[in-house]
């Protein structure tokens, strides 16, 4: 059983900053790339950050700077430092792994965390 848990959304005002975080935990033999995504009401679901578990993280075109992806390999944990929010921003924001349990390999998602910025 593998668990992906998201924390660290809350209701900001535009120009602020947040960070999120998502933790991997369970029968794990290795996680490879990691990622976040976000959903906007009525959109798609899109990529935010690509993490992979060795070399550069890339971004949306859309992120221009503004947020920073990150990985603790021995936390099992990646990091999602968002700064100058700004209103389009709002969203459930994913984490996304792929993890090699001792059984199978394969993607897994977390429950997502609420991201709302708003004056």
């Known amino acids: 059983q593998v668990q992906l848990v998201e924390s660290g959304g809350g209701l900001v005002q535009p120009g602020e900053s947040l960070r999120l975080s998502c933790e991997a935990s369970?029968?794990?033999?290795?996680?490879?790339?990691m990622g976040w995504y976000r959903q906007a009401p009525g959109k798609q679901r899109e990529l935010v950050a690509h993490?992979?578990?060795?070399?550069?993280?890339t971004y949306a075109d859309w992120v221009k700077g503004r947020f920073t992806g990150s990985r603790d390999h021995a936390k099992n944990t990646v990091y999602l430092q968002m700064n100058n929010l700004k209103p389009e921003d709002t969203a459930l924001y994913y984490c996304?792994?792929?993890?090699?349990?001792?059984?199978?390999?394969?993607?897994?998602w977390g429950q997502g965390t609420q991201v709302t910025v708003s004056s």
């Open positions: 369970g029968s794990i033999f290795k996680i490879y790339d």
């Open positions: 993490i992979p578990s060795s070399g550069r993280t």
């Open positions: 996304n792994a792929e993890i090699d349990t001792y059984v199978v390999r394969k993607d897994y």
